[in-house]
C-alpha cells in the first residue's frame, strides 16, 4: 500500500507552498506550523514530511531560521517526522535528530559532498539518512532548486545507493505544487536503475487518481509519496469524512 505523507514547507515562520519550487510564487496556507501538523496528526497522518526553505536556499548563517518552529512540531507530534532543507554536515544532522526528528532527508549536501552521506548513513544508520534529489528536466537542483550541478538525477540516485543510502525522496520541481499530476516516467526510469533503495515519490499529485497511478508503481521501488497543495486545498473527498471524525 502506497504510503501517504504529508508536507510542511516552512519559509518566515509559516507553512507555505511554492509552485515550481519559485520562491516568488508562493502561497502562504497557515501561519501556525505546529497547529498544522497536529492536524495531519489528527487525520492519521502516519508521517510527516517537513523542509526548511529559508535553511535550504541560505548559507550557513540563515541554517536554523525555523529550527524554533521544527522543535515545536517534533515535540507536539506522536508520529515520526523526517526534516530536509539546509542539513549540509554531520553537526547539522545531529542537531536535528537532537530535536526530535526520526529521519532527515539530504539534498545539495548529497551533491557536494557524496563522501560525507556514506559517513552520515555509517554513523546514524540508513534508516536516519534520506537523499533528496530534486530536478528539473533530469538536472538536479540544488541550494533549495536555485541552482543547477550538471547532475543527472538517476547517476546520483545510483551513487547514493553504493553509500549505502536505502531511500530517496525524489521530486520532480515542475510539477511541485501545480497539481497536474506526478512524473510517472521520471519514477519508471529511476526504479529501474536501483536495486536497494525505496523511492519516497514527490510533486503533482492533484486527486486520488495520481495516487492510484503512483501505488502501481510498486515494482519500480516506489513505495510512499509526499503530498502537499492537494491536501492543503482539500482535493480528496475523504479529507471531509476523516476531519469529521478526528477533530478534538
Not at 35 to 60: E, F, K, N, T
Not at 72 to 85: E, R, T
Not at 141 to 170: C, F, H, K, N, P
Request: contains cysteine.
Amino acid at each position: 500500500m502506497l504510503l501517504l505523507i504529508p508536507a510542511i514547507d516552512l519559509r518566515g515562520g509559516h507553512c507555505v507552498r511554492l509552485h515550481q519550487g519559485r520562491y516568488d510564487h508562493e502561497t502562504v496556507y497557515e501561519p501556525d506550523p505546529v497547529a498544522m501538523a497536529l492536524s495531519w496528526q489528527r487525520q492519521r497522518a502516519a508521517w510527516l514530511h517537513v523542509v526548511d526553505l529559508d535553511a535550504a536556499r541560505g548559507g550557513s548563517e540563515d541554517r536554523a531560521h525555523n529550527r524554533m518552529e521544527v522543535a515545536g512540531i517534533c515535540a507536539a507530534l506522536n508520529i515520526p517526522v523526517q526534516i530536509g532543507g539546509g542539513i549540509r554536515t554531520l553537526e547539522d544532522i545531529q542537531a536535528v535528530l537532537a530535536l526530535g526528528a526520526a529521519r532527515v532527508v539530504l539534498g545539495t549536501s548529497a551533491v557536494q559532498d557524496p563522501d560525507m552521506i556514506a559517513e552520515a548513513v555509517a554513523h546514524f544508520s540508513a534508516e536516519r539518512i534520506v537523499a533528496g534529489i530534486d530536478a528539473r528536466s533530469g538536472e538536479v537542483r540544488t541550494q533549495g532548486w536555485t541552482q543547477g550541478s550538471g547532475v543527472d538525477a538517476i547517476d546520483l540516485a545510483q551513487d547514493m545507493e553504493r553509500r549505502g543510502v536505502r531511500r530517496i525522496v525524489y521530486t520532480d520541481i515542475t510539477r511541485d505544487g501545480t497539481m497536474q499530476g506526478p512524473n510517472l516516467a521520471a519514477y519508471r526510469a529511476l526504479g529501474r536503475h536501483l536495486h536497494a533503495a525505496s523511492v519516497t515519490a514527490s510533486g503533482g499529485v492533484g486527486s486520488y487518481r495520481d495516487l492510484a497511478a503512483l501505488s502501481r508503481l510498486q515494482a519500480y521501488r516506489v513505495d510512499s509519496v509526499i503530498v502537499g497543495r492537494s491536501l492543503y486545498e482539500g482535493r480528496f473527498p475523504c479529507q471531509q469524512l476523516w476531519n469529521a471524525h478526528t477533530k478534538p
